[in-house]
């Protein structure tokens, strides 16, 4: 069982359309991380949200962190194609040192 | 600008062979990490290091070892490899606590037959 579980694992939509990608976790969280990987590339960092109900803006990226320190969500505004890929969320767990632990990922795929 | 640097890229090896993967950062991080990803699938932590002569086992640490050589240097050993382990493994680096995020290698494919 992971400690981060997101959903939708898939999402497959036309371009234009907006979408919500959602991080959850029973454990509370010193921060929540979010980061995007293409085939045959490591991850690369996107955001890191620390404060419980902060929201960060990146363009057309929307990131919340939950007031409680234990979800996040990411909201692609008029998804294009190039923002096709895996969005994994990541963090440390309070307590855990510096432990990084990941969710599953949801992979999307924005057609044109 | 190498950041973090993963050596072999590409590696085949037969059940019960050993090897080690190595890595290195040159950004001065304190905490490194290893993950193994599965096709399709998220990162699983397998060790990490917080700093210099420490390690701690991550959530899948079974059949491997790690060395901190130093600030810049975190190895992965396989002692004896299994069809299991195949994957594409990623090392990672970045400052201590975590809350700046951390860099990755370009990984390194395995394959064991």
């Known amino acids: 069982t992971q400690l981060l579980e997101q959903s939708p694992q898939f999402l497959s939509i036309q371009e234009g359309e907006n979408l919500t990608v959602y991080c959850n976790s029973s454990?509370?969280?010193?921060?929540l991380q979010w980061y995007r990987q293409e085939p045959g590339e490591g991850p690369v960092l996107l955001v890191t949200v620390v404060t419980g109900g902060e929201v960060k803006k990146l363009k057309r990226l929307t990131f919340q962190f939950g007031d409680a320190r234990k979800d996040s969500s990411l909201h692609i505004t008029a998804a294009q194609p190039g923002d096709t890929g895996l969005y994994l969320c990541a963090g440390g767990p309070f307590n855990a040192g510096n432990m990084l632990t990941f969710g599953g990922g949801t992979r999307l795929m924005v057609k044109p | 600008n190498a950041g973090v640097t993963q050596t072999p890229k590409f590696q085949v090896l037969k059940t019960g062979q050993s090897m080690t993967l190595q890595c290195a950062q040159d950004?001065?991080?304190?905490?490194m990490y290893w993950y193994r990803q599965d096709p399709g699938m998220g990162l699983r932590l397998i060790y990490y290091s917080a700093s210099e002569g420490t390690t701690d086992k991550g959530e899948v640490p079974n059949g491997y070892n790690v060395s901190r050589l130093n600030k810049r240097e975190f190895s992965l050993r396989l002692e004896s490899a299994a069809p299991s382990q195949t994957s594409v493994y990623f090392c990672?680096?970045?400052?201590?606590?975590?809350?700046?995020?951390?860099?990755f290698g370009q990984g390194t494919r395995l394959t064991v037959v």
């Open positions: 454990s509370v969280f010193s921060s």
């Open positions: 950004m001065n991080h304190n905490s």
């Open positions: 990672a680096s970045g400052w201590t606590g975590s809350a700046r995020g951390a860099f």
